[in-house]
């Protein structure tokens, strides 16, 4: 069965927020367990948490990093190309590990106790495999899975990232998919006002979980795409004020001119540079000064329409 988003939040609960974040900041994911179809099913289910993105499949979309590393130049050097998230499937681990030194924006399937192409990982071994998906200085995302609702996630290395942004984006969902529901179930049982409370065909028309799932899916997706676009909006300024700096002309941004100029409230701005520079790789920290008021401000609204 293929994991929807809803699904994922009601599995993982608390550690939802967490997971979104690492996929969002490419920081590599490991889907392991002992059930290779479930696994693999989680491992494509995954990239529903980032739609921006453009799944490729490894053996399928490319089989060497020479290929891979060509995305991630493309990347580098164009701010529109489409960003990229890489699926890696079970029976094709070993040769993933064999052929691949960069890991950045993979999730994987990795089965435990299954030889598949020579390569069996164990609980022993997990953390070899682990440590080779990280990389010098990195950092790898675990979520181990037991059954089709019991999973866990982890970190290799934990993280200084608020989560406000992704608790935000979880606390409207459930808010907006209530609000909805109520309103088709209230227009559906005033519709339907001469059937009996008793009567089974109510109890069928007013199971909406399709609709449930749905509306979930639409409003992540609006979220998330509400938080691409003012954190591209960001690059778009940030990268002038680094352009001015290379001419010698002295421009900074306070944190609040820069919220203020791409309409974003949502949450501390270390996540946001955090986001960007996982999607844009591009570090603009420098650029932005959190207490000293600065006279780029009128600047600033000029270039937005303010």
């Known amino acids: 069965m293929t994991y929807s988003v809803l699904r994922l939040i009601e599995v993982m609960g608390d550690q939802f927020s967490e997971l979104l974040n690492t996929v969002l900041t490419r920081v590599p994911v490991l889907v392991v367990g002992?059930?290779?179809?479930?696994?693999?099913?989680?491992?494509?289910?995954?990239?529903?948490?980032?739609?921006h993105r453009r799944k490729l499949l490894f053996w399928r979309d490319f089989t060497t990093e020479e290929?891979?590393?060509?995305?991630?130049?493309?990347?580098?050097?164009?701010?529109?190309?489409?960003?990229t998230v890489v699926?890696?499937?079970?029976?094709?681990?070993?040769?993933?590990?064999?052929?691949?030194?960069?890991?950045?924006?993979?999730i994987m399937s990795v089965p435990l106790e299954i030889s598949i192409l020579g390569l069996r990982v164990t609980e022993d071994s997990l953390s070899d495999v682990v440590d080779r998906v990280s990389g010098p200085n990195g950092n790898c995302g675990v979520l181990?899975?037991?059954?089709?609702?019991?999973?866990?996630?982890?970190?290799?290395?934990?993280?200084?990232?608020t989560l406000a942004v992704e608790r935000r984006i979880v606390s409207k969902i459930l808010k907006r998919k209530h609000?909805?529901?109520?309103?088709?179930?209230?227009?559906?049982?005033?519709?339907?006002?001469?059937?009996?409370?008793?009567n089974s065909l109510l109890s069928v028309v007013l199971q909406l979980d399709d609709e449930s799932e749905k509306i979930t899916r639409d409003v992540f997706d609006e979220e998330i795409g509400i938080y691409v676009h003012a954190a591209r909006r960001a690059v778009t300024l940030l990268s002038r004020i680094r352009l001015a700096r290379e001419f010698d002309v002295?421009?900074?941004?306070?944190?609040?001119?820069?919220?203020?100029?791409?309409?974003?409230?949502?949450?501390?701005?270390?996540d946001l540079l955090q986001f960007m520079r996982a999607e844009w790789h591009e570090d603009f920290s420098d650029c932005v000064k959190g207490s000293t008021l600065s006279d780029l401000g009128a600047w600033v609204d000029s270039m937005w329409g303010g």
């Open 34 to 51: 002992k059930d290779v179809e479930l696994v693999d099913d989680l491992t494509e289910s995954l990239a529903l948490l980032c739609p």
């Open 250 to 270: 002295p421009a900074e941004l306070t944190e609040r001119n820069l919220c203020e100029a791409i309409g974003w409230d949502g949450g501390a701005l270390t």
């Open 67 to 83: 290929e891979i590393q060509t995305v991630w130049d493309e990347e580098k050097h164009d701010y529109e190309v489409s960003r």
């Open 144 to 161: 181990r899975v037991e059954s089709p609702s019991v999973m866990a996630f982890s970190l290799a290395r934990q993280r200084t990232s």
């Open 87 to 106: 699926i890696g499937l079970a029976s094709n681990l070993r040769l993933a590990l064999d052929r691949i030194s960069q890991f950045m924006g993979w």
């Open 179 to 198: 609000q909805s529901l109520e309103r088709i179930r209230r227009l559906l049982k005033k519709s339907l006002r001469g059937v009996p409370q008793s």
